[in-house]
C-alpha cells in the first residue's frame, strides 16, 4: 500500500508481507459499509472504474471532487502484466460529479494524465490552479477557460527528494493568511530554490523505499543558515517567493492542516508499532525524529531506561517540542480541520485523522492548554462496528472490512465529509496487493438530511462573504482573494462577530491584507479576552507590519500562555538587544511547567543563548542548588557553556532529587564544549549511583558524534573498563595468540564463548573473520549456551549448528495454533529482539498491535522468510574500514561518524574517513526458523500467540 511511509515493521525485518494468495476483492455484505455516529450516515459516493486507487483529494468551488491516483505506485516491484498501469502515460487526475443530486457520483473525467505524474501526492484545486505534489516538482496545472482541460502547466518549484516515495511531497493547502501551505516528508534531501532566489537544503539519514532515495545526508545549511532536517512544513507565497520552513524534523507527516485561527495540525507516523503521533506543530517546532543534525535516528539516541515512544520523538531533549498524542499502532494518513455547521455545531472545530492502519477516522476537539492543547482522541468512523473488532483476526482475502484504507479526508463545499478509500488488503512495506487497484469515496451527512452544494457567486459581496465561510478551505480562499481585492472593508468587519468563531479569526486574517483601515481593526482585536483570536491578530500582523516589537512587548505580559509563546516565536530571528525586554517579561511568567512555553522562549533565544545567560547569571542566586523550577528548566533548555560549571553543581547535588540531577547531567550532553566533557567525565567517576551511570553513558556515547572532536578519547576513557571487560580482553588476546599452546587457546576460546561480555567480543571477531580456524569449532560448541539470548541468535550467521528440513507456510496455515507453546517459542527465539505486550527487548520492531495490520497467513510467511521484505530502517548495512575491519547491522547513524545497531543492541561509531566501502544487504539478519530448529507446529503456535486478542488500546 502507497502508506508505506506509516508502516512499522512486523516480524523483525518483514513489513510488506508477501502473502501466500493473490488478492481479488472479496465483496462482503459488508464491504461498502462505514460505522459511523448515529446522528451520521455514510454512503459509497464513488468507486473503481470511476477512480483508481486514490492518494489524495480536493473540493472545487462546483462542489466536485478531485483526485490524485497512483496506479504506478512503485511498478519497479511488480512483473510485467502483473497489475493493471497507465501504459507509460503516468498517473492521472480525475473529476468525479455527482450531476444530478442523488448523493452519489455519476460522472467522472480525467483532468491530467501526465508522465510527470508518478504516485502524486497531493492535490488543491484553488480558482483556476490546480497544484499537484508529484516529488521531485511541485506542479501548477491552469485551467483558463473552465473546461476541465489544463491550458498550462508549470513546474512551480523543484528539487524535493522522494521520487515514487510515500516520505515525499504533500498537498497544497492555501492558508487563511491567503498563504500556500505544504509539507515534504524525510526522503530527502530537498534542495528547492524558490521564485525569489532562496534555497532550502534540508536532508536526513533516512534511505531507502526506492532505488532512487540514496543520496539523503544531514546537516545542510540553508540560506537562513539554518539546519532544517526530515520532514518539513512549509509556507510560501502564491507566486512561490518567501519559501519558509514552518516546522520540522517530523518523520512523514502526510499533510499539515490549517485551522481558521493558523494553528497546523499533523499526524506523524513511526518506524515501531507503538508510537504514532497526533500533534500540534508549533511554528518553528523541532517534531524531534532524528537528532538535531539529521544524522542519527532515534535508536542511536536511546538512552537506557527511555520509554520508547519518549525516545523515538527525543522528547527528553532540550529543543524538541512535546509530541501530543500518542495514537499507537498504525498507519496514520491525510487529516483535516473541520468547521462547519452543517453536521451538527457539536462538530464544529473537530480534526479528522485518517488511520489507514487501523481502518479508522480518529477525530479530536482541540482545545487550548498553557502554551499547548490537550487532545483527546476517539475513534469516529470506521470499517468495524466496533474500532476494536478489527483488533480480531481476520483473514483479509475473505474479510474486506480491513481493507478500508482511509488515504485522505476533505469537506465538501456542503458541510459534507468525504473519505478517499486505498482499498488495499495490506498497508506498508512500499506495496499494493490489490493488482485490480481498486479505489473508493465516501460520503458523511447527517442522518435523515440531504446537503446540496451551494452555488459560489464571486461577482457579488455576498457571494464573496459566502464563499470565504465555506466550509470547504480552498474554497474559502476565492472569498479571501476576492473580497481582499474589492477592499469591502465594512462587510468583512461585520464577520468579527459571527456566531462561529472560526469564521471570525478569518476575517481578522483577511482584514490584516486590506490596508492601513484593516490594520487598525486587527490592533483593536488585540484588546479582545479571547486568546484564540488575540492570537490569530498578532499573527497575522506579524506578516504586514514592519515593527512588531511594540505589540510584542505589550503583550509579552499577557495572561494567556498561548499569546505569550507567540510573541516568543515572533523573536527568534531577532538580535537580544533589540528584544531583551521582552524576554525578561516571557521569563519572569514562565514557571517551566509548561514545555510549549518552554521551547518558545528556548527559540526565541535561539543563537543568544550564551549572551542572554551571562545577562541573566548576577540575578541568579549563587548556589545553582537553589534555583526553582522554572531557572532550572530555563538553563536546561538554553544549555549555554557559560553554565557548564552551575549544571556540574547541580548535577552532583545530594539534596536535588534524582530528576533535578538527571535534567542537569542532560543539559550537559548537549553543550558541545570541551569543559561539558571534562564535567561529564569527573560525574562519571560520582559516588551517586545514578549519576555516575548516566555521565558514563553520555561519555561514551557523545564520543561518536558531538565530542569526538573534543577530546583524545582512548586516552580520556582507557580507565573505564570493569575488571570482567579486562579479563575478556586477556582471554581475547590469548586465543588469538598462535605461540599459546593449543590447549591454552581453546580453553580462552570457550570461556570467552560462555560469557556474555566475552560473547560479543566473539561476534565482532566472527563478523572480522578475525576467528582462528583452529578455534572455530570450540566457540560453536559453547556459544549457542551463552546466556545472551541474542548472541545465541547471531551466532548461527558465523558457527554451525543443526538445521531443520524447510519447513512449509501452508502446513503452518493448517495447523491449530496452541497459544502456551506458542509464548515459549516466542520467549525462547523472539524476546531477544522482539518485544510483545510487556515480554522481550525493544532491537528488533515491536510486535504487540502486529494483528492490527497483518493475518495468519502473513505472518507464517514472514517468519519463514524474513529477508523477503524488510522493515525500513533495518535493512542490514556491511561496512569495510580503511583499517581492514568489517561490521555490519542496522544503520542509525551516518553523518562524519557512520552509527550501526547490532542485534544484540550493540552501537559500533565508524568514523566517515576510516570508511572504504559500504553496502546495503538484501538479506535479513533474523535467522530463519530451521536454524532455531523450528518446526510448522512451533510456527503456527507462534503466529496464533502473537495473534492472540482481542488487546485493550
Known amino acids: 500500500m502507497l502508506f508505506a511511509k506509516k508502516a512499522s515493521a512486523i516480524l523483525w525485518l518483514s513489513t510488506a508481507l508477501v502473502l501466500a494468495t493473490a488478492f481479488a476483492p472479496g465483496y462482503n455484505d459488508d464491504k461498502n459499509k462505514l460505522y459511523v455516529p448515529d446522528d451520521l450516515e455514510?454512503?459509497?459516493?464513488?468507486?473503481?472504474?470511476?477512480?483508481?486507487?486514490?492518494?489524495?483529494?480536493?473540493?472545487?468551488?462546483?462542489?466536485?471532487?478531485?483526485?490524485?491516483?497512483?496506479?504506478?505506485?512503485?511498478?519497479?516491484?511488480?512483473?510485467?502484466?502483473?497489475?493493471?498501469?497507465?501504459?507509460q502515460k503516468g498517473?492521472?487526475?480525475?473529476?468525479?460529479?455527482?450531476?444530478?443530486?442523488?448523493?452519489?457520483?455519476?460522472?467522472?473525467?480525467?483532468?491530467?494524465?501526465?508522465?510527470?505524474?508518478?504516485?502524486?501526492?497531493?492535490?488543491?484545486?484553488?480558482?483556476?490552479?490546480?497544484?499537484?505534489?508529484?516529488?521531485?516538482?511541485?506542479?501548477?496545472?491552469?485551467?483558463?477557460?473552465?473546461?476541465?482541460?489544463?491550458?498550462?502547466?508549470?513546474?512551480?518549484?523543484?528539487?524535493?527528494?522522494?521520487?515514487?516515495?510515500?516520505?515525499?511531497?504533500?498537498?497544497?493547502?492555501?492558508?487563511?493568511?491567503?498563504?500556500?501551505?505544504?509539507?515534504?516528508?524525510?526522503?530527502?534531501?530537498?534542495?528547492?530554490?524558490?521564485?525569489?532566489?532562496?534555497?532550502?537544503?534540508?536532508?536526513?539519514?533516512?534511505?531507502?523505499?526506492?532505488?532512487?532515495?540514496?543520496?539523503?545526508?544531514?546537516?545542510?545549511?540553508?540560506?537562513?543558515?539554518?539546519?532544517?532536517?526530515?520532514?518539513?512544513?512549509?509556507?510560501?507565497?502564491t507566486d512561490a517567493?518567501?519559501?519558509?520552513?514552518?516546522?520540522?524534523?517530523?518523520?512523514?507527516?502526510?499533510?499539515?492542516?490549517?485551522?481558521?485561527?493558523?494553528n497546523m495540525w499533523q499526524n506523524d507516523n513511526d518506524d515501531q508499532v507503538i508510537t504514532c503521533r497526533v500533534s500540534y506543530l508549533m511554528e518553528g517546532g523541532n517534531a524531534g525524529y532524528f537528532s538535531a543534525d539529521g544524522t542519527r535516528f532515534w535508536q542511536a539516541d536511546r538512552r537506557p531506561g527511555q520509554e520508547m515512544f519518549t525516545a523515538h520523538w527525543h522528547q527528553d531533549d532540550p529543543g524538541v517540542q512535546p509530541a501530543i498524542d500518542n495514537s499507537g499502532a498504525g498507519s496514520p494518513t491525510g487529516i483535516a480541520f473541520y468547521e462547519g455547521d452543517a453536521l451538527g455545531e457539536k462538530y464544529r472545530g473537530t480534526l479528522l485523522s485518517c488511520e489507514a492502519g487501523r481502518n479508522v477516522i480518529f477525530s479530536y476537539q482541540p482545545t487550548i492548554d498553557g502554551a499547548g492543547f490537550k487532545m483527546q482522541r476517539h475513534n469516529l468512523i470506521s470499517s468495524f462496528p466496533k474500532t476494536d473488532d478489527h483488533y480480531i483476526w481476520h483473514d483479509t482475502s475473505q474479510d474486506t472490512r480491513k481493507w478500508f484504507r482511509p488515504s485522505d479526508v476533505t469537506v465538501g463545499t456542503d458541510g459534507s465529509i468525504y473519505i478517499a478509500d486505498w482499498y488495499d488488503p495490506v498497508v506498508g512495506g512500499h506495496a499494493m496487493h490489490d493488482k485490480k487497484a481498486h479505489g473508493r469515496i465516501f460520503r458523511i451527512t447527517p442522518k435523515g438530511k440531504k446537503l446540496t452544494?451551494?452555488?459560489?457567486?464571486?461577482?457579488?459581496?455576498?457571494?464573496?462573504?459566502?464563499?470565504?465561510?465555506?466550509?470547504?478551505?480552498?474554497?474559502?480562499?476565492?472569498?479571501?482573494?476576492?473580497?481582499?481585492?474589492?477592499?469591502?472593508?465594512?462587510?468583512?468587519?461585520?464577520?468579527?462577530?459571527?456566531?462561529?468563531?472560526?469564521?471570525?479569526?478569518?476575517?481578522?486574517?483577511?482584514?490584516?491584507?486590506?490596508?492601513?483601515?484593516?490594520?487598525?481593526?486587527?490592533?483593536?482585536?488585540l484588546d479582545t479576552d479571547n486568546a484564540a483570536l488575540k492570537t490569530t491578530a498578532f499573527r497575522a500582523l506579524r506578516q504586514v507590519k514592519t515593527d512588531i516589537l511594540p505589540i510584542a512587548e505589550k503583550l509579552s505580559t499577557d495572561k494567556a500562555t498561548a499569546v505569550r509563546r507567540e510573541v516568543a516565536i515572533a523573536l527568534r530571528d531577532l538580535p537580544l538587544a533589540n528584544i531583551k525586554s521582552i524576554i525578561d517579561n516571557l521569563v519572569k511568567a514562565h514557571d517551566g511547567t509548561d514545555r510549549f512555553e518552554t521551547e518558545a522562549i528556548g527559540q526565541a533565544l535561539d543563537g543568544k543563548e550564551s549572551a542572554y545567560y551571562q545577562a541573566i547569571r548576577p540575578t541568579l542566586a549563587k548556589d545553582p542548588t537553589s534555583w526553582n523550577n522554572a531557572t532550572a528548566t530555563l538553563v536546561w533548555r538554553l544549555h549555554p557553556v557559560e553554565a557548564v560549571n552551575d549544571l556540574k553543581v547541580r548535577a552532583s547535588a545530594q539534596s536535588l532529587t534524582e530528576a533535578q540531577r538527571k535534567q542537569a547531567i542532560t543539559a550537559l550532553a548537549f553543550i558541545k564544549d570541551k569543559q561539558a566533557v571534562t564535567a561529564m567525565l569527573a560525574l562519571s567517576k560520582s559516588p551517586l549511583k545514578d549519576v555516575s551511570e548516566q555521565a558514563f553513558w553520555w561519555v561514551n556515547f557523545r564520543k561518536t558524534n558531538e565530542w569526538a572532536s573534543l577530546m583524545d578519547w582512548e586516552k580520556a576513557v582507557n580507565t573505564q573498563l570493569s575488571a570482567q571487560?579486562?579479563?575478556?580482553?586477556?582471554?581475547?588476546?590469548?586465543?588469538?595468540?598462535?605461540?599459546?599452546?593449543?590447549?591454552?587457546?581453546?580453553?580462552?576460546?570457550?570461556?570467552?564463548?560462555?560469557?556474555?561480555?566475552?560473547?560479543?567480543?566473539?561476534?565482532?571477531?566472527?563478523?572480522?573473520?578475525?576467528?582462528?580456524?583452529?578455534?572455530?569449532?570450540?566457540?560453536?560448541?559453547?556459544?549457542?549456551?551463552?546466556?545472551?539470548?541474542?548472541?545465541?541468535?547471531?551466532?548461527?550467521d558465523y558457527f554451525l549448528r543443526p538445521s531443520g528440513k524447510e519447513l512449509s507456510v501452508s502446513l503452518a496455515l493448517d495447523m491449530p495454533s496452541d497459544l502456551k507453546n506458542g509464548y515459549e517459542v516466542f520467549r525462547k527465539n523472539c524476546a531477544t529482539c522482539h518485544k510483545f505486550d510487556k515480554e522481550g527487548a525493544e532491537i528488533g520492531p515491536e510486535l504487540t498491535l502486529i494483528s492490527k495490520k497483518f493475518d495468519k497467513a502473513g505472518l507464517i510467511d514472514a517468519i519463514v522468510n524474513p529477508s523477503a521484505s524488510?522493515?525500513?530502517?533495518?535493512?542490514?548495512?556491511?561496512?569495510?574500514?580503511?583499517?581492514?575491519?568489517?561490521?555490519?547491522?542496522?544503520?542509525?547513524?551516518?553523518?562524519?561518524?557512520?552509527?550501526?545497531?547490532?542485534?544484540?543492541?550493540?552501537?559500533?561509531?565508524?568514523?566517515?574517513?576510516?570508511?572504504?566501502?559500504?553496502?546495503?544487504?538484501?538479506?535479513?539478519?533474523?535467522?530463519?526458523?530451521?536454524?532455531?530448529?523450528?518446526?510448522?507446529?512451533?510456527?503456527?503456535?507462534?503466529?496464533?500467540?502473537?495473534?492472540?486478542?482481542?488487546?485493550e488500546e
Open 241 to 262: 517567493k518567501n519559501l519558509k520552513v514552518m516546522g520540522h524534523n517530523f518523520r512523514n507527516s502526510y499533510e499539515v492542516c490549517l485551522d481558521s485561527y493558523g
Open 725 to 796: 571487560q579486562k579479563q575478556m580482553l586477556a582471554l581475547e588476546k590469548q586465543m588469538l595468540d598462535k605461540n599459546q599452546p593449543k590447549a591454552t587457546r581453546e580453553k580462552a576460546a570457550e570461556k570467552l564463548a560462555k560469557d556474555a561480555i566475552g560473547g560479543k567480543m566473539l561476534l565482532s571477531l566472527a563478523g572480522e573473520s578475525r576467528i582462528p580456524k583452529e578455534v572455530k569449532g570450540v566457540v560453536a560448541q559453547h556459544i549457542f549456551n551463552n546466556p545472551d539470548k541474542s548472541i545465541r541468535m547471531m551466532a548461527s
Open 870 to 951: 524488510m522493515a525500513f530502517g533495518y535493512e542490514p548495512w556491511i561496512i569495510s574500514t580503511k583499517d581492514k575491519n568489517t561490521y555490519y547491522g542496522f544503520l542509525v547513524g551516518d553523518g562524519e561518524t557512520l552509527m550501526l545497531k547490532d542485534v544484540a543492541g550493540q552501537l559500533t561509531s565508524i568514523k566517515k574517513a576510516n570508511i572504504a566501502s559500504r553496502k546495503q544487504l538484501t538479506n535479513s539478519l533474523m535467522p530463519e526458523p530451521s536454524s532455531m530448529g523450528l518446526k510448522e507446529k512451533d510456527l503456527s503456535d507462534l503466529a496464533g500467540y502473537l495473534l492472540k486478542l482481542p488487546l
Open 42 to 87: 455514510a454512503t459509497l459516493w464513488a468507486e473503481t472504474p470511476m477512480l483508481h486507487n486514490p492518494t489524495n483529494m480536493d473540493v472545487d468551488a462546483k462542489g466536485r471532487i478531485w483526485i490524485t491516483e497512483a496506479v504506478d505506485y512503485r511498478n519497479f516491484n511488480t512483473k510485467p502484466g502483473e497489475r493493471i498501469n497507465n501504459e
Open 453 to 525: 452544494p451551494p452555488t459560489i457567486d464571486l461577482s457579488t459581496t455576498q457571494g464573496q462573504i459566502a464563499a470565504l465561510k465555506n466550509p470547504a478551505i480552498n474554497v474559502r480562499n476565492l472569498g479571501f482573494e476576492a473580497l481582499r481585492k474589492s477592499n469591502k472593508i465594512a462587510e468583512v468587519q461585520k464577520l468579527l462577530s459571527d456566531a462561529n468563531p472560526y469564521v471570525q479569526a478569518r476575517a481578522v486574517w483577511l482584514l490584516s491584507k486590506m490596508g492601513d483601515e484593516g490594520i487598525k481593526t486587527v490592533e483593536k482585536v
Open 91 to 237: 498517473d492521472r487526475v480525475v473529476i468525479l460529479e455527482d450531476t444530478d443530486g442523488d448523493g452519489k457520483a455519476d460522472k467522472s473525467k480525467v483532468f491530467a494524465q501526465d508522465k510527470d505524474l508518478i504516485a502524486p501526492l497531493g492535490i488543491a484545486v484553488i480558482g483556476k490552479k490546480v497544484i499537484v505534489s508529484a516529488a521531485p516538482n511541485l506542479i501548477v496545472y491552469t485551467d483558463e477557460n473552465g473546461d476541465d482541460v489544463p491550458d498550462k502547466k508549470e513546474i512551480l518549484l523543484t528539487g524535493f527528494g522522494g521520487l515514487d516515495h510515500d516520505h515525499s511531497l504533500h498537498s497544497v493547502t492555501a492558508g487563511p493568511d491567503g498563504n500556500w501551505h505544504f509539507n515534504t516528508g524525510n526522503a530527502g534531501p530537498h534542495i528547492v530554490t524558490d521564485k525569489g532566489g532562496w534555497t532550502l537544503r534540508s536532508g536526513s539519514s533516512y534511505h531507502g523505499g526506492t532505488p532512487y532515495n540514496k543520496s539523503n545526508q544531514g546537516n545542510q545549511k540553508s540560506d537562513d543558515g539554518r539546519v532544517w532536517v526530515g520532514g518539513l512544513a512549509l509556507r510560501m507565497d
